[in-house]
């Protein structure tokens, strides 16, 4: 059985930084890309970033490059969304994704097959 688990959401004020963690079981991580989504009260899902089985990251937002940084650990079976100088506009669910494929899909929700809970992350003071 497949499982993804993400962490590392909370309250945090503007400027801040958070460590988001998906841990992943079920699945061969090197074979897999995985990926950042979140989700905004009214909006719809959007794809964040996408490390691929060599660890080749892609940032889909162009909000997050130079703020965000994906990596995995594949001994620990787990993928990082380190988000420093966070904004009120990063508010949001953040869900990890998986897909079998060793480069990174499109942001399209559809284009990925497994998908975990969800964190909530929100910024304010």
């Known amino acids: 059985q497949v499982q993804l688990v993400e962490s590392g959401g909370g309250l945090v004020q503007p400027g801040g930084s958070l460590r988001l963690s998906c841990v992943v079981s079920?699945?061969?991580?090197?074979?897999?890309?995985i990926g950042w989504f979140r989700q905004a009260p009214g909006k719809e899902r959007e794809g964040v970033s996408c490390?691929?089985?060599?660890?080749?990251?892609?940032y889909f937002t162009d909000s997050v490059p130079g703020r965000f940084t994906i990596s995995r650990d594949n001994s620990k079976n787990t993928v990082y969304l380190q988000m420093n100088s966070l904004k009120p506009e990063d508010t949001a669910v953040y869900y990890c994704?998986?897909?079998?494929?060793?480069?990174?899909?499109?942001?399209?929700?559809?284009?990925?097959?497994?998908w975990g809970q969800g964190t909530q992350v929100t910024v304010s003071a």
């Open positions: 079920g699945l061969a991580l090197d074979y897999h890309a």
């Open positions: 490390v691929d089985s060599s660890d080749g990251a892609t």
């Open positions: 994704a998986a897909e079998f494929t060793f480069v990174c899909p499109t942001a399209t929700v559809a284009a990925w097959d497994y």
